[in-house]
Structure formats: C-alpha cells, structure tokens
C-alpha cells in the first residue's frame, strides 16, 4: 500500500494514514474484502510506530472502514449508510469557510463536483 506521509504537517500521522485509506476506499483503489498490510508491516512500510499504525486501525475499525480479526487481520468493509452527524457538521463548517472565502453557491457546488470527479471518479 502506497500511502504519502507528512511527517512535518499538522495532521497527526495516524490521521493521514486514515484519511488516505478513506479516499482509496471511495476511489475504488481498495475492494470490499481487500485485506490491508498488518499493523506491523504498515508500520515498517511506512517507517512508523506500531502503535501509530494501530491507532488508524482503530480509528478505521470504529467508523466502519475496515474489520479486524485474528485470523484475517485489517480486511476493507464496505458501510453504507446514514452519514455520520460529525461528518455533515464537517461539511457545514467546510462550506461556511468557502462561503466567508468569498465562494458562491454556484462556485462551492462546482468544488465539490470538481473534488467528486478527482477522488471518487477518477477524472
């Protein structure tokens, strides 16, 4: 797994190893069932801590992301569903900003389609 690590951002390693997987699953580049790196090997890849690599693990587990076991180890899990409510207070305070930017409606709405297109489509 090919993650881009930041170790000089403000973005808590464990976070952007999260995030990174998060877009790979909604990109396609990571399958329902694809099993992912241990936590040792991810931390050896990565040249992290092993409890670094758990933590996004964790972290990934408890939103629904992945499943974890003895025998299988990190599997991706597709979750659809309801959006979780801090994920649209996210979103809100995002197009707050855009707004205070001096963005349109128009002009967000096209952002978010442009973003779609770039993360989710591939385009």
């Known amino acids: 797994m090919l993650l881009r690590l930041d170790f000089s951002g403000d ?3 464990y976070q952007q190893i999260r995030n990174q997987i998060v877009s790979a699953i909604a990109a396609g580049q990571l399958v329902p069932g694809e099993k992912l790196p241990t936590v040792r090997a991810l931390a050896e890849e990565c040249g992290i801590n092993m409890m670094t690599a758990s ?3 964790q972290l990934l587990k408890a939103e629904g992301y992945i499943t974890t076991g003895r025998r299988d180890g990190a599997v991706v ?12 207070e996210g979103l809100r305070l995002r197009v707050c900003e855009l707004r205070l930017a001096g963005l349109g409606r128009d002009e967000i709405l096209k ?7 770039k993360e989710v489509e591939g385009l």
């Open 11 to 13: 973005t808590p390693v």
């Open 55 to 57: 933590k996004a693990y």
């Open 77 to 88: 899990r597709l979750q659809p569903g309801d959006v979780k409510p801090e994920t649209m």
């Open 111 to 117: 952002l978010c389609g442009d973003i779609y297109d």
